[in-house]
């Protein structure tokens, strides 16, 4: 069990913040994430430095990938903080593109939800499925233009 997945699996949600206990929590989950889209990842700025609150953190695939498709992601991750701290959880929600034009399901879902989950000591990534951007998250990272 790694130190960073022992806090997430053990924090307490009337613990007090602490920055410097969260950073490289933070940069493990990113690793991960990382691993687990065999891809890497870009954040908006260091976890260190955007960290004085918790409240997220911008990420985005590292230039594009895939070939000819030129895929690309932009996106944010945040933690929650549960009563049961076995509850406790990363997410990361995910707008895909392709050519820089977003690409959504046929049924108009925009966003791929992925959870980080400490089971039995270990953290894991795992794909959730695709949502729609129900609290227009797309427009904070995009812009209002929608690609077609």
């Not at 690793?31 to 260091?46: C, G, Q």
């Not at 990534?125 to 995009?142: K, N, P």
Request: net charge negative; charged share 30%; proline share 3%.
């Amino acid at each position: 069990m790694s130190n960073a997945d022992r806090f997430i699996g053990e924090y307490r949600i009337d613990r007090p913040y602490v920055k410097h206990e969260w950073i490289p929590v933070v940069e493990h989950v990113i690793r991960k994430l990382s691993e687990f889209l065999d891809t890497p990842i870009r954040a908006s700025s260091s976890a260190s430095k955007h960290m004085e609150t918790w409240a997220g953190l911008d990420i985005e695939s590292d230039g594009h990938f895939a070939g000819g498709i030129r895929l690309s992601w932009k996106g944010s991750l945040a933690a929650t903080v549960e009563k049961d701290p076995r509850d406790n959880k990363f997410q990361a929600i995910v707008f895909l593109f392709s050519h820089d034009k977003l690409m959504t399901t046929s049924d108009g879902r925009e966003c791929l939800y992925l959870e980080y989950l400490v089971k039995n000591g270990v953290g894991e990534w795992d794909f959730s499925g695709w949502y729609w951007d129900e609290f227009e998250e797309f427009t904070r990272y995009c812009g209002p233009e929608r690609g077609v």
